[in-house]
Nanobody, 129 residues
Framework: QVQLVESGGGLVQTGGSLRLSCAAS????????MGWFRQTPEKGRECVAA????????YYLDSGKGRFTISRDNAKNTVYLQMNSLKPEDTAVYYC??????????????????????WGQGTQVTVSS
């Protein structure tokens, strides 16, 4: 079992930045592949970024490339999502998710929500125009 708690959301103007954090407790954080998803009524839930358990491989939604950076600090049991140059269309509830992996899957990231077992409660990000 792992518990995930997101923080760092809030209201920001267009062009601003936010850093989301997801703190994990429970089993060894370093064994989990991690993902950041966002959800809106219009688009449903989509993966905006994902990172392998090793941290060596990352994924970004096309709209986030060059603006979002996912990273992890296994010593702090935390995954981050740095979001720069925010746009109104980035407004959503952001969730982090965790998937237990084996060492053989160390370089894989996952973008489908059904591949993840554990989810945080979400944090609201609102970008004003």
């Amino acid at each position: 079992q792992v518990q995930l708690v997101e923080s760092g959301g809030g209201l920001v103007q267009t062009g601003g930045s936010l850093r989301l954090s997801c703190a994990a407790s429970g089993r060894a954080f370093s064994t989990y592949a991690m993902g950041w998803f966002r959800q809106t009524p219009e688009k449903g839930r989509e993966c905006v970024a994902a990172i392998s358990r090793s941290g060596s491989n990352t994924y970004y939604l096309d709209s986030g490339k060059g603006r979002f950076t996912i990273s992890r600090d296994n010593a702090k049991n935390t995954v981050y999502l740095q979001m720069n140059s925010l746009k109104p269309e980035d407004t959503a509830v952001y969730y982090c998710a965790a998937r237990d992996t084996s060492p053989f899957d160390g370089n894989f990231y996952y973008t489908q929500q059904e591949r993840y077992t554990y989810w945080g409660q979400g944090t609201q990000v609102t970008v004003s125009s």
